[in-house]
């Protein structure tokens, strides 16, 4: 009975999250500061509740560490009207993500300090003003600060004190109670910075704005400028490359993270760019046909199945090539990943349609 509850109990804590990060696009700061919570949590419940062992989850926490931020990013495709705050979260992003798989490779702790997470409370820090602003209001140098603000003054002593001192807070509180109140006084310096950030903002509106707008599951393509209509017909554009990227660089992380993994960073890359460009086709070849995906579930239910069947085939010949793969682990990520990309997909054309306008003044190529 007590292996039942535990597994019912560790079932429980990864399905949710898995689950509540797909909340992010529709109601960004609720979602997001739930995954975070549950990623601070989840090994604290498992340690108070079950009696399993928690060595073969450490790769999985963080794999899906990187799995809710990719979500968060894909969630400012479809909701940031703010053009240059989304710019600059796509930067802090992708740093980050560069800076993990570097550090997944040579595990430098300090590479991390380098490398901080300011983009998750960039993006809190959007979604927060959103609450009681149009975010229009940011000009580029309060975006500029803030992002400045929150790397310096939250983020490295965060990541030294989590990734280089290791340092527990809760020990080091019962260490000594008086420390708890060093914290009370910087939570209110970086409250008063956030006021002299945020003091000439126009009025607020009433109320809370927590959801973001709703869209439809297949929504109408506005007219689009011919340049942007060219680019999106070729099998290989920016939107494709950056995909590969993406997904490049979350497939070396999950294979420096998972057991099993026997195929090197250029291969993996490789394979990657071969996934992308099958799934880039299919869409492709669906469109001329004069055919769209229906909705988000259909998408991801077809791309699911063309990828499996990709692993399949190169679980079948990697073994002739000196490589291996854990099936289990690569079907399982093979579908977040599968999920980032229909994602991506779609809130990405959202975007391109939202901003396409602002991107034309600016001389934005997609």
Do not use: C
């Amino acid at each position: 009975m007590t292996e039942t509850t535990d597994l019912l109990i560790f079932w429980a804590v990864v399905m949710a999250r898995f689950l509540i990060p797909l909340t992010i696009p529709r109601y960004p700061l609720p979602g997001v500061l739930a995954s975070l919570i549950l990623d601070m949590v989840d090994q604290t419940i498992f340690q108070l509740f079950t009696d399993l062992p928690l060595e073969g989850y450490q790769g999985y926490d963080k794999a899906l560490d990187i799995y809710y931020l990719s979500i968060t990013y894909l969630s400012t495709l479809r909701n940031w009207s703010n053009l240059y705050a989304f710019k600059l979260d796509r930067f802090l992003f992708y740093y980050r993500l560069v800076g993990v798989a570097i550090f997944e490779i040579v595990h430098l702790r300090y590479l991390l300090l380098i490398f901080p997470n300011t983009f998750e409370y960039f993006f809190i820090f959007y979604e927060a003003v959103r609450l009681k602003w149009d975010p229009k209001v940011l000009t580029k140098s309060k975006l500029i600060a803030a992002a400045a603000l929150i790397w310096v003054f939250v983020k490295i002593p965060q990541e030294y004190w989590i990734h280089v001192a290791q340092m527990d807070t809760t020990d080091w509180i019962r260490a000594n109670p008086s420390n708890a109140l060093i914290l009370v006084a910087y939570a209110a310096f970086l409250l008063a910075m956030a006021w002299l950030l945020l003091r000439d903002l126009p009025p607020a509106r009433k109320g809370l704005e927590f959801a973001a707008l709703p869209v439809a599951a297949a929504p109408v393509v506005a007219p689009l400028p011919e340049a942007i209509k060219k680019e999106r017909e070729r099998l290989i554009n920016k939107q494709v490359l950056e995909k590969i990227a993406l997904i490049s660089l979350l497939t070396i992380i999950f294979a420096q993270i998972l057991p099993g993994v026997r195929a090197n960073n250029i291969q993996l890359s490789i394979a990657v760019a071969i996934i992308i460009i099958i799934n880039t086709a299919l869409s492709h070849w669906l469109a001329r046909h004069g055919r769209h995906w229906s909705s988000i579930v259909r998408e991801f239910i077809v791309m699911s199945l063309v990828n499996t069947g990709i692993v399949l085939l190169l679980d079948f010949f990697s073994p002739r090539y000196e490589g291996s793969i854990d099936l289990g682990n690569t079907l399982f990520f093979i579908l977040l990943l599968t999920l980032i990309v229909t994602l991506y997909d779609r809130y990405w054309q959202l975007h391109i349609n939202n901003n396409s306008k602002n991107a034309s003044k600016e001389g934005e190529n997609y």
